[in-house]
């Protein structure tokens, strides 16, 4: 009786590995590109956003790139704005959260959670 518990816990815990492996983030067209700001303290800076990586880049050419794990989306009540946060690992298996609002105009504008000041504007495809 004991062994057949185990058997069933471990195909369980397969299937939800496999499930949780096997899925993937959906990353909205909408997003992808690379984003910058006129903003002076961002002078340099950049991030971009592909269907399955996130990526900094800083003032001293250091880009850093970490994959996306989740997304959680969230539109804001009579507002054409919606609210993104990524979910990212970095090293040590840290979990970082990446939350903006994303706002449709001029091939879309992005202004960070905690930096409503900044306006961040996708970069036109060559």
């Known amino acids: 009786m004991k062994t057949k ?9 397969s299937v939800l590995l496999v499930y ?18 006129p903003t002076p303290i961002y ?5 971009e ?4 990586e ?6 001293d050419g250091q880009v850093s790139n970490f994959l996306i794990k989740d997304m959680k989306i969230q539109k804001i009540p009579n507002e054409e704005w919606t609210l993104y946060t990524i979910s990212y690992v970095a ?8 939350p903006f609002y994303y706002h449709p105009a001029s091939n879309g ?6 930096k409503m000041e900044s306006v961040w504007t996708r970069e036109p495809e060559e």
């Open 20 to 37: 949780g492996c096997s899925r993937k983030t959906v990353v909205p067209d909408e997003l992808v590109g690379i984003w910058e700001t």
């Open 91 to 98: 090293r040590g298996f840290q979990k970082y959260e990446f």
């Open 5 to 13: 518990k185990i058997f069933v816990i471990l195909a369980i815990f």
């Open 109 to 114: 504008v992005i202004r960070f959670k905690n």
């Open 54 to 59: 996130v990526k900094f880049g800083s003032k």
């Open 49 to 52: 956003i592909t269907k399955e």
């Open 43 to 47: 002078e340099g800076c950049f991030f």
